[in-house]
């Protein structure tokens, strides 16, 4: 997607080192290994190999399938080396934030990692706070306050965990390829472990009774960290391929795609959660910030992505999951354009109850929302679905029209465009609502965005003269938004 008089309308210049680009994005619902290669008809992207990734309940938690996750991306790129018979030049992983492995001496993982929307942190919140304010951590660090971010994680933790060293995902898949072990800075940032001067905070890690010297180095995206080296370094296409930490955080990486040079735009990252907010040059963390909630987190080429987490739509695909236990299949697609036979209700759900955030039983808990606040309740059946859907779609329009009304009082910006990115960017009739309620012109960016910025930071890094830039990776990502897909 471009807009007129942009830099996504120029040609995207060739470098001169014509090997393929690897871009892997982490995703809490699939995972994609994709391809960049210099073709003679143009720059072609490829999705090379995409597999379902979900979190599993055990008896110890709620964790990831680490080893599934590296067998899938393994096997995408095995068969990125079969397919770029030019060779690889570089690979680059990006994918959600706050969740993190623990390692051992020899850098293996210890245990498969947990989950953010394990509920020990439903406890471990508070206890933190009693031993550093909300206040506190807010004045330190800048960050939205979310109870999934690293910092409740690892508090969490018992003793024994926390005598290992961490690194978040992506820079953890990064370390198995052969990188050495870094905290990209975006990445970082969302751990909330990070003070408002880019650094680790010796408060809060003398809060969590761990030290710094235990943390991986922070480093800029765009970072390289090293080659590809163990068993994929055999196969040709690897030969001598670079390991780069871009905007390990997806989120950074999907706004860093945003094809617009301008400074009147605002962004909602929808997927799972629906991450509102603009982009700015410095952090933000005025008295009414603080009071929001808005998050200041890292972005590409020393921005800020200045936003709040909203409640997604998780809310609808739990509905889903739930009406589906039951024997129904729902086709999302379908499910959405019934939507469109209801009108708005007189009043609209609280998104980000802290309950709707929990896994399971989402229709139920949709209802005892509405029940505490004395309202009418809406039916569970499946057959009704499609007004259950309508009504999550309103709400959620509701939502991002009042935090971006709140971005633009707290910054001062003016918006004129609103920039969808994610797979929820698909949803016409949320993309309507969204227009109607917020009053702006609504743009998608595209589903993949994350992928686009991830290959945009590699081009940054690899066509850079010494220490110095040729192109900001805004500029590569406006380019490649022209490259063909396949």
């Known amino acids: 997607m471009s807009v007129d008089g942009t830099a996504a309308t ?95 001496d020899q850098g293996t993982a210890i245990a498969d990692p947990f989950c953010y929307r394990d509920e020990r942190t439903v406890a471990a919140e508070p206890v933190l706070h009693e031993r550093l304010s909300a206040e506190r951590m807010r004045e330190i660090t800048g960050l939205q306050l979310l109870r999934i971010n690293s910092v409740y994680q690892m508090f969490a ?19 198995r390829l052969g990188g050495r072990a870094v905290s990209e800075r975006t990445n970082a940032t969302h751990t909330q472990m990070v003070g408002l001067d880019g650094e680790w905070s010796s408060e809060i890690f003398g809060v969590l009774g761990q030290t710094i010297a235990d943390a991986p180095p922070i480093v800029p995206p765009g970072t390289d960290i090293g080659k590809v080296q163990g068993e994929l370094a055999m196969l040709p296409a690897f030969e001598n391929t670079r390991l780069i930490a871009p905007a390990c955080h997806d989120t950074a990486s999907a706004i860093a795609a945003i094809p617009d040079p301008g400074d009147d735009w605002a962004y909602i990252s929808s997927g799972t959660w629906s991450l509102v907010g603009a982009q700015l040059e410095a952090p933000v963390n005025s008295a009414a910030a603080r009071e929001e909630n808005f998050t200041n987190l890292g ?32 086709d999302l697609p379908v499910l959405v354009e019934a939507s469109t036979a209801f009108g708005p209700r007189e009043y609209v759900l609280d998104v980000d109850d802290p309950d709707l955030m929990l896994q399971g039983h989402m229709p139920e808990r949709i209802n005892a929302q509405l029940r505490r606040r004395g309202l009418a309740e809406l039916s569970v059946d499946v057959k009704d679905a499609a007004e259950m859907a309508s009504f999550l779609f309103y709400s959620l329009a509701a939502r991002y029209a009042h935090v971006l009304h709140s971005v633009a009082e707290i910054t001062g910006k003016r918006f004129r465009r609103l920039y969808l990115m994610g797979g ?25 965005c994350s992928t686009l910025g991830n290959f945009a930071v590699q081009l940054a890094t690899l066509e850079k003269t010494g220490e110095t830039v040729s192109r900001p990776a805004c500029v590569w990502a406006a380019r490649l938004a022209n490259a063909q897909q396949g």
Not at 157 to 175: A, F, G, S, T
Not at 307 to 325: D, F, P, T
Not at 425 to 444: K, P
């Open 10 to 104: 120029l040609p995207l210049p060739v470098p001169n080192d014509r090997r393929a680009l690897v871009a892997i994005d982490l995703g809490a619902e699939s995972c994609r290994v994709s391809l960049l290669r210099w073709l003679e008809q143009g720059p072609r992207i490829q999705l090379v190999h995409r597999f379902a990734n979900h979190a599993v309940e055990r008896a110890d938690g709620l964790r990831w399938d680490l080893g599934m996750i590296l067998e899938g991306l393994y096997a995408g790129l095995r068969q990125c080396a079969e397919i770029a018979t030019e060779g690889v030049r570089s690979i680059a992983v990006d994918g959600w934030a706050v969740d993190y492995v623990r390692l051992d």
């Open 299 to 330: 972005g590409v080429d020393g921005t800020i992505c200045f936003h709040k987490n909203v409640n997604g739509m998780w809310l609808l695909r739990q509905c889903i999951e739930s009406w589906s236990a039951k024997g129904t299949t729902l």
């Open 157 to 175: 933790d018992d003793v024994e965990k926390k005598k290992h060293c961490w690194l978040n995902l992506p820079e953890y898949v990064l370390h």
């Open 424 to 448: 929820g960017s698909q949803n016409e009739f949320l993309n309507r609502l969204t227009a109607e309620a917020t009053g702006l012109e609504v743009l998608r960016a595209g589903t993949e």
